[in-house]
């Protein structure tokens, strides 16, 4: 589906590959009980070079650590593991904060103006629910303990917002390419 | 369960629930889940592409990820929120913060002056931490003996001295608004700081904060004048200023004269929000009342639950009495008060 160009081998070499030992040291101390780390790695990989094949990041190393952290609690799951105590609170981005490119050139960056002026669009509780959920990894559960509502209310708000969104790139052509 | 036949199914429906479906994979689908899923798929080619499109465009915001961390490590959720949002929340912080230092006076006629104590900067340190109780401690009215009355913000404190041919009040720290009563044998006398404010039949309000005091004239006409500086009297570089209704005079320590503007309404309206009021309400969402209150105190009300919206109430509050408004809450409305910090106050239907 994407092929890497040289430009895009290079960035992943320099900008993501030198990361991951720290990735890996950090899932392991977070997901003990994660057994196919390797896989999960990898599959962050995929993801990140699928999203950056069509388009910028706004910060590669929160991208690479939310994603780890979001497919270990999967693969957990699927592993029918209890979630150790407290393992919803995992703080990605105090990890991630490393390498952060100066907020305002990322903020004003044009390529992002698109989503961040979607998500601005949203009624202030989804515009919340998507803010945490996407800018800052939260979990759907860690979302309803910081916004003091339940996880149904964060799921039916979050699907209202996601729509939302969607009509939006719509209406302003951006659209999922097509599909085979 | 039988499925609706194609075309009575509207396609804004389809992606709600696609984009329901989608979050709910993200948190992890249950076995009945997987199955209801699966069978909601089989039921319409479209469901499939919607499906897809919504996946994609909740991968595309992924992009953002990270997006102005460096801020800090706590999650903002209204990082994104809409520049009018933004901004009124930046003018809320800024008044909080110089209300913990200002003081403010009113006349039967009326007037408002804000100053700021300059020669103590030790209590810059202490001031900006306001404890919850001096932020939900209602704001104090006070008539004077000569009629006149002051409402002090909170924090605010005074000190008053009538006498046979003057009446003098010092605005010791906050803010207060002056409601002067008429008695041309006696001038009222505000002093601020380093600042004085001359009543001519009025009703003004003194803010105190740091850089010197600001002072907003509703009713009537105030003079203005410097009376802390023997050096700036000497020289005779602060003449002194008069403000009509509807003005702001700026007095700041370093500028010898002070910096007289014209408001408009609205904004003589947001100067003087503070002071308490009664609010009516008959048989209004609680959104607009907690809306009311929101504007006119330091601490924040918020619903915690959508389905608190359908409460619906008549009744009339003082503006300043957020305590005795959300203790009616919890004991009459079932509502259960949760202080999440000494700004933030979130109601949740009770269990």
């Known amino acids: 589906m994407f092929t890497p160009d040289s430009e895009q081998a290079r960035w992943f070499a320099e900008e993501i590959l030198p990361q991951e030992p720290e990735l890996r040291a950090w899932l392991r101390a977070r997901f003990p009980m994660l057994r196919d780390a390797d896989d999960l790695v990898q599959e962050c990989y995929t993801r990140l070079l699928q999203a950056h094949a069509t388009g910028p990041i706004a910060c590669p190393r929160a991208f690479l650590f939310v994603s780890a952290r979001n497919l270990a609690l999967n693969h957990l799951r699927h592993q029918r593991i209890e979630r150790p105590e407290g393992a919803e609170e995992i703080d990605v981005l105090a990890v991630a904060d490393g390498g952060v490119p100066p907020p305002d050139a990322v903020a004003h960056a044009e390529d992002f103006q698109l989503l961040i002026r979607a998500i601005q669009s949203l009624p202030e509780r989804c515009r919340q629910i998507v803010t945490l959920r996407k800018i800052y990894g939260l979990s759907q559960k860690e979302v309803a303990s910081r916004l003091a509502i339940s996880e149904h209310t964060v799921e039916a708000q979050g699907s209202i917002g996601l729509r939302k969104c969607i009509e939006f790139f719509r209406r302003h052509g951006y659209n999922p390419p097509a599909r085979r | ?351």
Not at chain 2, 175 to 187: L, T
Not at chain 2, 208 to 232: C, F, I, K
Not at chain 2, 263 to 272: D, G, M, N, S
């Open chain 2, 1 to 351: 369960m039988k499925p609706a036949p194609r075309s009575s199914v509207p396609p804004d429906d389809i992606e709600q629930t696609a984009a329901l479906w989608v979050l709910r994979r993200d948190r992890g689908l249950t076995a009945t889940e997987q199955d209801e899923l699966s069978l909601w798929l089989a039921l319409d080619a479209r469901h499939g592409e919607a499906l897809a499109s919504a996946r994609w465009g909740w991968d595309e915001l992924d992009r953002l990820t990270g997006l102005q961390t460096s801020i800090g490590a706590v999650a903002d959720p209204d990082l994104l929120a809409p520049k009018a949002t933004a901004k009124a929340a930046s003018r809320f912080r800024r008044r909080i913060f110089w209300g913990s230092f200002s003081l403010a006076a009113a006349a039967a006629v009326a007037f408002g002056i804000f100053l700021t104590r300059s020669n103590s900067p030790a209590d810059f340190t202490v001031a900006p931490t306001p404890n919850a109780v001096a932020l939900t401690a209602p704001c104090e009215h006070r008539v004077l003996e000569d009629g006149s009355i002051v409402d002090l913000n909170r924090g605010a404190r005074i000190d008053v001295q009538l006498t046979a041919h003057e009446r003098r009040v010092r605005l010791l720290e906050g803010e207060a608004n002056f409601h002067v009563a008429k008695d041309a044998a006696r001038p009222f006398v505000v002093n601020a700081g380093d600042f004085e404010v001359r009543a001519i039949g009025t009703v003004f309000n003194v803010e105190l904060h740091p850089a010197g005091a600001d002072v907003v004239v509703t009713e009537g006409r105030v003079r203005l004048q410097r009376t802390g500086s023997r050096l700036a009297r000497l020289t005779h570089e602060t003449p002194e200023a008069y403000l009509n209704a509807g003005q702001l005079g700026e007095l700041r320590q370093a500028i010898p004269a002070a910096q007289v503007n014209t408001l408009t309404p609205t904004e003589v309206e947001e100067r003087i929000a503070w002071q308490p009021r009664m609010l009516d309400f008959n048989d209004a969402p609680l959104s607009e009342i907690l809306a009311k209150f929101n504007r006119r105190n330091p601490v924040k009300l918020r619903i915690a639950d959508a389905q608190l919206n359908t409460v619906r109430l008549s009744a009339t509050f003082r503006s300043d009495n957020v305590e005795g408004f959300v203790r009616l809450m919890e004991s009459d409305f079932a509502m259960r008060a949760e202080r999440r910090s000494d700004r933030e106050i979130v109601l949740w239907r009770a269990p």
